[in-house]
């Protein structure tokens, strides 16, 4: 058993495999998630998450996650305000970032990706950001910035900025499970548009753009929390070691 939240935050998902079939749990992914269903919350609803702030945000992803029709889930998401919420236990594998590979020291060339690799090895958090659709979901313009994308260094566009307020939850979700993760060697962080897989593989760039150019990886001091944040660099066909 491993859930690391309260029973009241907790919005279990289908959508997961149980167990790590043998794999050794040494990642952690950041993506971000759209709260697109803005349907009538029923008692039903609210008795699944008891949300403890006016903020619904991380509720309402976590219920999309909740339905087997979704096809995925991750670990916990986390909303605008700072709420939480946790869809499957640690011990499990959540359907958040499909196949992948990374070399056994965190950087170097790529080693062949293989189905659900990624998902075994990680633990996957959602941050509740529209990313460059920030306008279809009514996000304020003044709560987004103006940045390019490493995959289209040229295009600027707006992109949703990521309040104090979750990444001081993301801060302590991050050390608080920490000790879940492999203790006798590195433990990675990356973000979902990292993630290479048997479908990206030979392209210039990723297939995802999540968390995007809005998100400050310097915003938590990764290496003292005991993590070693890496990306995937397209151009020289290597991870490295992310500089923040």
């Not at 950087?107 to 659900?116: E, I, Q």
């Not at 304020?140 to 707006?158: I, M, N, S």
């Not at 760039?205 to 998100?215: E, L, N, Q, S």
Request: proline share 7%; hydrophobic share 35%.
């Amino acid at each position: 058993m491993s859930w690391i939240l309260p029973p009241d935050q907790r919005v279990e998902s289908p959508n997961i495999s149980k167990g790590r079939a043998g794999v050794l749990l040494d990642t952690l992914v950041i993506h971000y998630a759209v709260d697109g269903d803005n349907s009538e919350r029923g008692e039903s609803d609210q008795q699944a998450f008891a949300a403890t702030t006016p903020s619904v945000d991380a509720y309402d992803v976590a219920r999309l996650f909740s339905r087997r029709t979704r096809g995925a889930s991750a670990h916990f998401v986390v909303g605008r305000d700072g709420s939480m919420a946790q869809l499957c236990e640690l011990d499990n594998t959540a359907w958040h970032a499909g196949g992948g590979a990374l070399p056994d020291e965190g950087t170097g060339p790529l080693r062949k990706p293989r189905p659900w690799l990624m998902n075994r090895r990680s633990i996957g958090i959602e941050l509740c950001n529209a990313g460059w659709a920030w306008e279809r979901v009514g996000i304020p313009a003044e709560q987004t910035v103006k940045a390019a994308h490493p995959a289209r260094p040229r295009k600027l566009r707006r992109w949703e900025a990521y309040p104090d307020r979750l990444m001081a939850s993301l801060r302590h979700l991050a050390s608080s499970i920490r000790p879940h993760f492999n203790e006798h060697g590195p433990v990675f962080v990356l973000g979902h548009e990292d993630v290479v897989n048997r479908d990206t593989l030979g392209k210039k760039y990723g297939g995802k753009v999540d968390p995007g150019p809005a998100f400050d990886w310097s915003a938590i001091r990764w290496r003292e929390a005991g993590y070693t944040p890496i990306f995937y660099n397209y151009d020289r066909k290597r991870w490295e070691e992310r500089p923040c």
